[in-house]
């Protein structure tokens, strides 16, 4: 903010008036003038002269929570803006947006205390609803492949019992992340000159919608659609428990996908500024910094939301195990009744495979597409300081990899659906052999 005489005229009229005051256009471009009141000159005894205050444009807008030229302040938050308000309705992301745009997270807001009603609010569900459970475990025959459908129903609710313990205790971090994006937003517009875009928006509310639709339709289809008045609430709970987990995949496929479309962008950038500018050092110093940024970004994606992608995951692989397990017996048994258990198995393998495929996509764009390319680089020219850059931003990439874990503990990419497929179908196939020596200690019995 600087000081000015008021001898000093604006170029334009005078724009509005209020509380007595006065603020019109500065003498250069995207600047304005605050002028002071004449009453309050007037009752100077020293007779000062008025004084005006000059504010630039961006820090106007910066207090109304807009960009200046008409972009995202941040391209992550707008684009998964519908699955955040989604996620915010359901109770497990407490996260609130300021006027700035920083998104920020308190213990005493209004979205935790929303969040906290919810959750007490489905925990008596589980309590009133609890009979229900333990009448259809005591139907089952007693053997486990018959007893499947009555614990899957326990199944359902592990995301209960560990979101107090994952999506509040991570919320502040979360937080931090997104705000993250804005920080990579201005560094990104500083170096390219452009705005990053990420056009996911409407994939994003589709994505939702038929997310949404489809879990309930599932809870329908496996209840026969056929609704009875003292199970509408066992329907409504299984309802927002299968739409909480489709629901938190889709999250984070558009996470991945959202870090994979920056770094595509980044390496278009990179190659338009090469082919433009003479000096080739010196662009790759600044996009070396910038995919510094990136790569934090993504291996901030993990570190954010640690418990939550690993608590997500584990209950992900369990339901897939225990679905796929009662389902191949119903299928040696000749009987394909369970419905329930062919629709968890679909949604929980369709939701890691996504997550899988899109975390090892962000390493295949951000990693090994920027080390083809910088090694084409290096065999190309012939400048040394332009080979000490190839050479250093080579060595970054080795370095700092934008490896998306869970903690360091995990590492999400394809190594990890290999392993757990491979893991779920030995356990399968033992399963088969001793269904198969069972029938034929019958058959001789007999």
């Known amino acids: 903010m600087k000081h000015r005489n008021h001898k000093q005229r604006p170029r334009f009229a005078l724009k509005w008036r209020r509380h007595g005051g006065r603020v019109s256009a500065g003498t250069d471009a995207g600047t304005f003038l605050a002028h002071k009141p004449m009453s309050t000159v007037d ?23 807009h960009s200046p030229h008409g972009y995202a302040l941040n391209p992550y938050y707008d684009s998964l803006k519908p699955l955040l308000l989604v996620m915010r309705a359901m109770g497990v992301l407490p996260l609130t947006s ?23 609010l489905l925990c ?37 019992v560990h979101l107090p313990f994952t999506h509040w205790r991570e919320a ?48 329908l289809a496996s209840c026969g659609f056929v609704i009875a008045v003292k199970n509408i609430p066992d329907e409504i709970l299984y ?32 190659s338009k500024t090469l082919d433009k500018s003479p000096m080739w050092a010196t662009v790759l110093a600044q996009y070396r910094l910038l ?19 690993g608590c997500y995951l584990v209950h ?49 764009k951000a990693n090994v597409a920027f080390q083809k390319k910088l090694l084409r680089l290096q065999t190309a020219t012939y400048n040394k300081e332009t080979n000490l850059q190839v050479s250093t931003f080579l060595q970054t990439i080795s370095a700092e990899p934008p490896v998306i874990s869970l903690g360091g503990y995990v590492r999400i990419n394809r190594e990890l659906l290999v ?11 033992s399963h088969a052999v001793s269904v198969c020596s069972e029938r034929q200690a019958e058959f001789c019995t007999y």
């Open 239 to 270: 309802s927002y428990l299968v739409s909480l987990m489709n629901v938190s995949g889709v999250y984070w496929y558009f996470t991945f996908t959202a870090l994979s479309r920056s770094a595509v962008a980044l390496e278009e950038s990179l």
């Open 316 to 364: 992900q692989f369990l339901m897939v195990a225990t679905s796929a397990y009662a389902t191949l017996s119903d299928a040696i048994a000749g009987n394909f009744d369970s419905r329930l258990l062919s629709i968890c198995a679909t949604f929980s393998a369709s939701m890691i495979l996504a997550i899988c495929e899109g975390a090892n996509n962000v390493f295949l």
């Open 124 to 160: 008596l569900g589980v309590w009133f609803t609890n009979e229900n459970r333990m009448q259809a475990i005591r139907e089952a025959n007693g053997r486990f492949e018959d007893s499947v459908d009555a614990y899957m129903l326990f199944v359902y609710l592990v995301p209960l």
């Open 98 to 120: 300021e006027a700035g745009g920083a998104v920020v997270f308190s213990w005493m807001s209004l979205a935790m205390l929303y969040s906290a009603c919810l959750y007490w």
């Open 43 to 65: 009752s100077l005894s020293y007779g000062m002269k008025p004084t005006s205050y000059e504010f630039s444009r961006s820090d106007v807008s910066q207090f109304c929570g």
């Open 172 to 219: 502040a971090k979360v937080a931090r992340y997104l705000n993250d994006w804005s920080t990579f937003q201005s560094h990104y517009r500083q170096v390219t000159g452009a705005n990053l875009v990420l056009p996911l928006k409407r994939r994003c509310l589709t994505a939702v919608l038929l997310t949404l639709s489809l879990s309930h339709i599932s809870i």
């Open 291 to 309: 995919w510094l940024d990136l790569s934090h970004l993504a291996t901030q994606t993990g570190a954010a939301s640690c418990y939550t992608c």
């Open 419 to 429: 392993a757990v497929s491979t893991h779920a179908l030995a356990s399968l196939r």
